[in-house]
């Protein structure tokens, strides 16, 4: 039997239900945790979104218990900030690359602004308005309550919009300003050294900040701080510059004249090196420089990444040019490479053909530094230029100019002298620093100097101090000062060093005087002799008329004998030999010509045209005298045939650049100016005398001027032999910086 079964008809099925997530409000601060993590990333990144709105100041405000962000960008309209602020984790920068008015690279990409207010504190007000518009978005957050609504799509902001009637906005035409209250910790310089190191690399050098196109300029100030807060965070903000290797510094000054320019060259362990060099055709007249070249590899101050220490060099670094007090936009930044550096890289040259042979080294070019690794500034003035130009330059334009855009400087024969001024300047300094590498690379076991060692330890701390707990900081901090300390001492050695090298110079002046002492009292005694032997042929019938000449010459010679002490004196005294002061230039060249009498003959030195109240460099007068009586016994040399023999001393002060001089010149035989750097080599003599001339002549073997070169620079003096003097064959000029 087949039972049949029936079954009850099944309900048609349910269908499903679509059930959304939904997102707990607490996750509000555990994104700001993990995306924000530290509260110093949290604040840059709201100063960054002000960068990224165009904004070319941003003022950072500490209050009680607040922080503000205040920017001139370009702000938001209502509808930006419902669209984008108000939507954590939008991904509009990642397809915008750059920002809306000034084309700038944006800098954030994660749309976290909103989670790094709420990180800082409690609350968050904001006012906002856009450019062009009448009234701006006002905005309160309060993220306690946000998080107590339980649900992240349920929190929110009162949102209202404000007028030029809101004095609390700070917004007078475009902007915005975040006021973020209920902070979660007090900032100290610690924290604002942090904040400055995620923030360093938006903000220009302060020496061109003001000058900048507007896409470049990005201001950040901090108010509401003490001086020491401040103090740390401008140090970091400036920290790209610390790394610096060496500092170039050039100038020239009436060089439609002279054509010569200076320039001196100071490597970070404080070694120096300085020249005066010849433009040749010079129509420049006068421009001063100062460049300093860094090192870009390796591990940076206060720990910039490299990458992004050469990023900042190519926006911000290379030569800029100021006319007076206005930069021309043209130049500066690593792509506009006015003067040939990066070609001749590209061209791999090894050997400058500017250099005289005496300053190459072979290879020497290849230390040759790229716009990317230099910060320079060079400042003309093209009004001073107009002046300086004789009418017949004014015609054919032959002077410094600007172009009618402003921009730039019309390329002509005092531009090329310009560009040749300053490249000059950097072969030089590329062939010392190639010089001082392979002199280490021929001492296997170098050691650096002392200085240099200070330098880095000192740096090496501070980064140290930055890192560790409160405790271990204040030992840092006593490990510090007692670095400064010997570092002290390590200068006060240095300067003792330097005293012996004047000392002996000095003491080898004095054995040249010798020399040419010798020399003048053999020709005394021989005149002496042959009064005496005159005195014996007429003994008994001598007639004291007679008598009289040969008395006076003997207490002529008596005298000048006596005469000769004061050649030696500033050996004699201790003050002289070792007490280093600043003195009047007027009296130091009056007593060393009075002392040296004797070696001048009959020579007068005239000085009534130096100035009475400048003074030299801080140095003994036994420095002075070394260097001032080897000029005088130069001169001397140079006079024996000149048919009029004078000796005249002059000064000059450039009140705008400083730079002192005391120029001595003579009417002599003259020197060969394209290469007199020459004669301050050892043993280098190119006076010849005929040969019934020479025994008039004074000195030794061609030290002379090497001793006046050595000891200038232990005293901080440059010396060369210029243009001579109006009425003049020959001008020495001893330079110096006056303070």
Known sequence: MIHRVTRTPLKPPKPAEFVEFTVD???????????????????????????????TKVVIRFGTDSIEIIDNG??????????????????????????PLLKRPVTGSKGIGRLSAQFLGTAVELWSRKTGGSTGVHAKVDWAKARQSGD??????????????????????????????????????????DLARELWFLKPPLQVLKDLRKRDRFDISLEGVGDKEKAAFQELMSAAFSNWIAEIHGDIENGRVTGKANVTVRFKDREKFSQTFTIPDCELNEANFRIRIYKLSGKQAQGIEVKEARDYFNRFGGVHIYDDDFRLPFYGGAEQDWLRLEIEHSHRLMTSKMLPESLVVNGGLQDLPTLGRVFGLVKVSTSRERSAADEKSLEKGRYLNIQLTRDRLITNKSFENLVYMVRWAFHYYANLSYMRRQKRVAIPEYVPPVAEVFDTVKVQLQELRNDVPQATKVRVETVLKSLVKAEAYERKREETLANEKILLGALATAGMSALALEHELGKELVALRASLSDLRKRKGKIDMSELLPVVNSIEDWINRASNTQSLFSPLMNETDREVRTSMSVKKVVKQI???SSVLLRDVKVSYEKIDSSLKLPSATLAAWNAILQNVFVNAINALIDAPVKAIVCESSLDLVTGKASLFISDTGVGVDLSDSSELFKPFVRRLELPADRQGLGLGGVGLGLTIVKTVADSVGCGVDFIKPRPKMSTTFELTWRNS
Do not use: C
Request: aromatic letters at 6%; zero cysteines.
């Open 25 to 55: 409000a607490a996750l509000l601060r555990e994104l700001g945790e993990r995306l924000v993590g530290k509260p110093h990333v949290a604040l840059a990144e709201l100063v960054k979104n002000a960068y990224d709105a165009d904004a």
């Open 74 to 99: 370009h702000g938001m309209a209502d509808a930006d900030f419902k669209n984008f602020w108000m939507r954590i984790g939008t991904t509009h920068k990642q397809t915008v690359r750059v920002s």
């Open 593 to 595: 010509a009075s002392n």
């Open 152 to 193: 992240l799509v349920k929190a929110g902001a009162d949102v209202d919009e404000f007028d030029d009637t809101d004095d609390d906005s700070e917004i007078s035409v475009h902007g915005t300003r975040v006021k973020i209250t209920g902070l979660h910790q007090v900032w100290g310089d610690a924290d604002l050294r």
